[in-house]
């Protein structure tokens, strides 16, 4: 769970980067911040089936 919240926030520091100018490149940005969220959403639906 550490890792997939630390992908999230360093994709939307990646994300705000870009944006400002700051980097050149928004893919893999985007895909550190989707895969953390997806991975985030995965533990909660393991933890919340394993609980019923």
Known sequence: MPAS???M???VV???RYE???SASVVPAAVG???GALAVLAVLVVT???RT
Request: glycine share 16%; charged share 15%.
């Open 14 to 16: 990646g994300l705000r």
């Open 5 to 7: 919240v630390a992908a």
């Open 33 to 35: 911040a989707v895969l």
């Open 20 to 22: 400002t100018g700051r």
């Open 48 to 50: 919340l089936a394993d």
């Open 9 to 11: 926030v360093l994709g």
